[in-house]
């Protein structure tokens, strides 16, 4: 499955500016409902963005942060309401974290908001509703 990312800044600013912020001691999450993600048969996806500041560390640590979040939220993604942008950002508590922990910390932010997909939002052919 292809993960579709946020990549240009005025992406970001959007998302900054019109969305909704949920938080923890790990990472920060800005959701976006963005309607207008949808492929060619009209199905809507998700896109996400990562942020990581050189606050939480050299590049290095950087870049292991990012692959612990995107891991994370591939992992994950299928449980989630489609149409949306997430934009997570990283706090510096997350420099020293392990993958469960930070696993933990986006489900815990995805729960938050509100965006589990439930057995309520599936009919009885399991296709989303």
Known sequence: MLIEKLRKN????????????YSNDILVLYVFNNRKNKDKE?????????????????????SRVKRLIL?????????????????????????????????????NLFKKAGLNLDEKDFNTSNKIL
């Open 10 to 21: 005025i992406e970001f600013r959007n998302v900054y500016r019109r969305g909704k912020s």
């Open 42 to 62: 009209n199905f809507f996806f998700n896109r996400i963005g990562i942020s990581v500041s050189k606050k939480v560390g050299k590049s290095v640590v950087r």
């Open 71 to 107: 891991e994370s939220y591939r992992l994950n993604c299928a449980n989630l309401k489609k149409g949306h942008d997430f934009v997570f950002i990283a706090r510096v508590a997350s420099k020293d974290k392990s993958y469960i922990e930070v696993e933990r910390a986006m489900k």
